[in-house]
């Protein structure tokens, strides 16, 4: 984390090793790792489709800039959807799909269990929707969302079709290559996926190998449940809390998370755009999320990490927020996307 002797370093004291619990809930077993201490205000992250917190959020804490940041002020629960941890065994394709409502649920059960009340959220593309769809169903319990490249609509024709395929694919061929190419497609830029004459960079073949290592009928569940989603853009503007949304300029849901801003109070939200960037925007650019991070949890009365060895121990509350940090302008941020491109 940097030299001891410099005036700027930081002194975190975590065990580096999250320690996984499974919770029983009235949907089934699911996997949490608990990563901090567990007295900060709690952080709950879900992820996109066939990744966990190894493969979607890896990138975020590798960056030490980000590290330090969410380190210092949250204890961590990172939330795999069920079936996603590693090593879960494959499940019967018998098993009845859960809903989009049924997961929302569990993280209800999850945040009981644990004995949390109110929590940030950190979500990323179907993950982001599940977690949106919980601050909708479960007001008191959120204070914060951090979406990435999110969903809110119902899937379009296209996205429909699409996952029909990779869903057949999965239920009769599990994690085959075609599948693996079309993931990739949806979390990485064309720049990391490589083409004939450039390779693929370190962190798309990463994530190639965490694939294989998939049991396709359990990420079948999931894209089930995904596909068959609501539409819950005319719930966004009922939410009460700060939301901040990172996008990749070329993810294949752009489109979606500027509309869902769109739908969202303005004086709440901010929306930024990451240049030369994909779906996944946690892995491939996580350094241009390092700012804007740091402004937003500063409305919660926290702050960048310093030289003192000081944890944050007081909840999460809206009535800590200054009124002055509510607004976008105030977070650094400005209310139509911002681009954002790291040399």
């Not at 709950?44 to 190894?54: E, F, K, M, R």
């Not at 990172?78 to 879960?88: D, L, Q, T, W, Y």
Request: neutral net charge.
């Amino acid at each position: 984390m940097g030299d001891s002797n410099s005036s700027d370093s930081v002194s975190v004291d975590i065990d580096l090793c999250p320690k996984e619990h499974l919770v029983r809930t009235n949907k089934g077993i699911v996997s949490v790792a608990v990563f901090g201490d567990p007295d900060k205000p709690a952080l709950v992250t879900y992820p996109d489709l066939a990744l966990n917190y190894n493969s979607c959020f890896q990138g975020l804490f590798f960056c030490q800039e980000t590290y330090s940041l969410l380190i210092h002020n949250f204890c961590i629960y990172h939330i795999s959807p069920p079936g996603h941890e590693v090593g879960a065994p494959s499940s019967g394709p018998d098993n009845p799909v859960l809903t989009v409502d049924d997961l929302t649920d569990q993280i209800l059960e999850i945040l009981n269990f644990f004995g949390l009340g109110v929590v940030m959220c950190m979500g990323v593309t179907a993950g982001a929707y599940i977690l949106t769809l919980f601050a909708i169903k479960y007001r008191q319990r959120v204070t914060g969302l951090i979406l990435v490249s999110p969903l809110c609509g119902a899937p379009s024709w296209t996205e429909w079709l699409l996952n029909k395929v990779i869903s057949n694919l999965l239920y009769f061929y599990g994690m085959c290559g075609l599948v693996k190419e079309i993931l990739l497609t949806r979390y990485f830029s064309k720049e990391l996926r490589g083409c004939a004459r450039t390779p693929e960079s370190d962190i798309v073949q990463s994530c190639r190998r965490f694939l294989d290592e998939r049991q396709g009928l359990n990420i079948w569940r999931f894209l089930e449940a995904i596909n068959r989603r609501p539409d819950i853009s005319e719930g966004l503007w009922k939410l009460q809390c700060r939301s901040l949304i990172f996008v990749g300029e070329h993810s294949p849901f752009h489109s979606e998370a500027v509309y869902m801003t769109s739908k969202m109070d303005r004086r709440h939200s901010a929306l930024v755009e990451v240049q030369a960037c994909g779906t996944l925007v946690t892995e491939e650019q996580p350094h241009a999320m390092s700012t804007p991070l740091e402004y937003f949890i500063m409305g919660y009365g926290m702050y960048k990490p310093s030289r003192f060895n000081v944890s944050p121990r007081s909840p999460l509350s809206p009535s800590f927020i200054s009124p002055e940090l509510l607004s976008p302008e105030s977070m650094g941020l400005k209310l139509k996307p911002i681009k954002t491109r790291i040399s």
